[in-house]
């Protein structure tokens, strides 16, 4: 059975001054909700905020939010964990 990350437990943290997490949560949920809680944000929020999958080995800094939610917003729902993980190779 596939599963979909966008259901999948995530947090998005501030960031610091080179990009990198810190430890100050903003928001907790699953990637979806988290994404569509950035995507409220100004674009300068944006560019200081990361989310990494609590699950999953993945992560997204905040040069790879921005081009997150735009994927995700023109992508229809059932995005598989590959999906989401090309997805990330392509951001990097």
């Given at each position: ?51 990494k999958m609590d699950a999953l080995d993945l992560s997204y800094g ?31």
């Amino acid at each position: 059975m596939t599963t979909y990350p966008l259901s999948e437990p995530a947090t998005a943290y501030a960031a610091d001054d080179h990009g990198e997490p810190t430890s100050r949560s903003v928001f907790q949920g699953t990637l979806g909700e988290c994404v569509a809680s950035i995507e409220e944000m100004t674009r300068e929020e944006r560019s200081s905020v990361s989310i990494k999958m609590d699950a999953l080995d993945l992560s997204y800094g905040p040069a790879d939010v921005d081009e997150l939610v735009r994927y995700l917003r023109d992508e229809g729902a059932g995005l598989s964990n590959r999906d989401i993980a090309d997805v990330a190779g392509k951001i990097e």
